[in-house]
């Protein structure tokens, strides 16, 4: 089951950063914040990962809260190719353990 | 080079038919997956093999066999299709205490 709420959609205009919410209010001490995207048709994708700390890579960078209720994904400077639809995922981090996928963000990047 | 790959692409076929989709990961990975989005595009896990052992499943039915040669192939066999049995099967795998999981393009099942 999902542990997760983030908004239904969102906007963004091209070259701006996106910023997109999530809730994880249950969170365990022990669970891990993902975030994949699913572009049309497309299996998902891996964008980013963390536990606590705030975490940068290439693509986007998350911001956990410090009490671990929420977090952000950031993309900061958002294309045309980054519109899709954004998966907020906890996660105990266990060899095999599965993803639960809730309903995401559709995020749109206007031209 | 096609890290996770599925086949086919498109898949239609009648009720009651028996079907499979192939799955292979040219990453080395130990860990690979089924899973399922339906029409309304919700995502679930369905199995969970790690090196070639059932580690999860997920309350699929018995018509659903997924069957691991080896570490690199996780086939999905379907037997008396049903209409709901309609979705798009994506195939991942991971490494072992890896964080992330590599999908592949999946296969869009149509049963008429």
């Known amino acids: 089951d999902a542990k997760t709420t983030q908004p239904p959609s969102m906007d963004c205009a091209e070259g701006r950063a996106a910023n997109l919410p999530c809730n994880h209010s249950?969170?365990?001490?022990?669970?891990?914040v993902y975030w994949y995207r699913q572009i049309h048709s497309q299996g998902p994708q891996y964008i980013i990962h963390?536990?606590?700390n705030n975490e940068t890579n290439e693509m986007a960078s998350l911001i956990i809260t410090e009490d671990r209720k929420s977090s952000t994904l950031i993309l900061p400077h958002a294309t045309l190719r980054d519109t899709a639809v954004y998966y907020c995922?906890?996660?105990?981090?266990?060899?095999?353990?599965?993803?639960?996928f809730g309903t995401g963000t559709s995020l749109t990047v206007i031209p | 080079d096609t890290a996770v790959s599925q086949t086919p692409k498109y898949l239609v076929t009648q009720m009651g038919n028996d079907k499979s989709i192939k799955c292979e990961q040219n990453?080395?990975?130990?860990?690979m997956y089924w899973y399922k989005q339906d029409s309304k595009k919700f995502l679930k896990i369905m199995f969970s093999?790690?090196?070639?052992?059932?580690?999860i499943n997920e309350t699929v039915p018995n018509r659903f066999s997924p069957k691991s040669p080896d570490k690199a192939h996780l086939n999905l066999h379907i037997n008396s299709l049903e209409l709901g049995d309609s979705a798009v099967y994506f195939c991942?795998?991971?490494?072992?205490?890896?964080?992330?999981?590599?999908f592949g393009p999946g296969t869009r099942l149509t049963v008429l």
């Open positions: 991942a795998s991971s490494p072992t205490g890896g964080n992330e999981q590599f």
């Open positions: 249950t969170i365990s001490g022990n669970e891990y």
């Open positions: 963390g536990l606590k």
């Open positions: 093999y790690n090196n070639k052992e059932l580690i």
């Open positions: 990453l080395g990975h130990d860990t």
């Open positions: 995922i906890v996660r105990v981090f266990l060899t095999g353990n599965q993803f639960y």
